[in-house]
């Protein structure tokens, strides 16, 4: 499991018939304090995320454990929208606060 942003939308206008209704959803991998990791991402969203959130995503064979994804042509899924993330007895994420200073970039939010 990684921590990554939602970055962007991808638009598709034909696919593989088993990807069809699914939402792909452009992620780049972050660190807690929001520094970029590597490379973005196309990633299936099965949860509902929207750009600017934070969440979790998995790759490889992991990303085909879901309802929406098993035994489909997947690589990277979103499986959840974080809230929060504590570490070492502190809150080192909160949603609400990601929100509150600015880093969402999801229009609905502002």
Known sequence: MLFARVIGNVVCTRKDDKLVGTKLLMVQPVDLQGASKGNPIVAI????????????????????????????????????????????????????????????HNKADK
């Open 45 to 104: 969203d099965v949860v509902g995320a929207g750009e600017g959130e934070l969440v979790l995503i998995v790759q490889g064979s992991s990303a085909r454990q879901t309802k929406r994804t098993e035994g489909n042509p997947v690589d990277c899924t979103i499986f959840a929208i974080v809230d929060s993330v504590e570490r070492d007895g502190k809150i080192v994420f909160r949603k609400t606060q990601d929100y509150a200073e600015g880093r969402s």
